[in-house]
Nanobody, 122 residues
Framework: QLQLVESGGDLVQPWGSLRLSCAAS????????IAWFRQAPGKEREGVSC????????NYVDSVQGRFTISRDNAKNTVYLQMNSLKPEDTAIYYC???????????????WGQGTQVTVSS
């Protein structure tokens, strides 16, 4: 069974940090682009960050630029999202998604994880 499993979500205070993990099983991530999306209650799911299959191409939504860092460890078949200087508006369910090679729009991702809750609150 091809699966992506997110972990690392938690309750954290503003200005705190979390590292989310996206682990693949049943297939290798070597030739997949991996993206992080998030969805807050009552809001559309939005792209947060994406990393290309070779790890050279990375992008971030403007609201997290400079605070979040996406990385991958193909040997561990895992992609990470390091989140620093967290703000209440970062509160959402975070999902990872995969597709072959290149980052793309939401509807073009083939594999999705179940999501992990991130809550930023005083």
């Amino acid at each position: 069974q091809l699966q992506l499993v997110e972990s690392g979500g938690d309750l954290v205070q503003p200005w705190g940090s979390l590292r989310l993990s996206c682990a693949a099983s049943g297939f290798t991530l070597d030739y997949y682009a991996i993206a992080w999306f998030r969805q807050a209650p009552g809001k559309e799911r939005e792209g947060v960050s994406c990393i290309g299959y070779a790890g050279d191409s990375r992008n971030y939504v403007d609201s997290v630029q400079g605070r979040f860092t996406i990385s991958r460890d193909n040997a561990k078949n895992t992609v990470y999202l390091q989140m620093n200087s967290l703000k209440p508006e970062d509160t959402a369910i975070y999902y990872c998604a995969a597709r072959h090679y290149a980052c793309s729009r939401l509807e073009n991702y083939n594999y999705w994880g179940q999501g992990t809750q991130v809550t930023v609150s005083s």
